[in-house]
């Protein structure tokens, strides 16, 4: 299935979209944007620091719930 990011329109994943169409949603980082507010409320509710998505290689909130989502690569 191809699908388009509904956000920044950038396509993903095989298929052909003449046939079948586009299958609709956010891409990895469109989503990380659009959950960066609401995850940042909850360290601070965990008692850590509200920094999701500013570490770039290292982290030392080893007990935060969103270190693993926020230190992913893009591709």
């Known amino acids: 299935m191809k699908y388009q990011c509904i956000r920044c329109r950038v396509t993903w994943g095989n298929g052909d979209p003449e046939r079948d169409g586009y299958s609709h949603g956010l891409c990895e980082e469109c989503l990380k944007a659009a959950l960066t507010p609401l995850y940042r409320k909850r360290q601070l509710a965990e008692g850590n620091f509200d920094c999701f998505g500013t570490a770039s ?3 030392d909130q080893h ?5 693993q989502i926020c230190l992913l690569k893009k591709d």
């Open 57 to 59: 290689d290292y982290c």
């Open 63 to 67: 007990a935060c719930t969103y270190r």
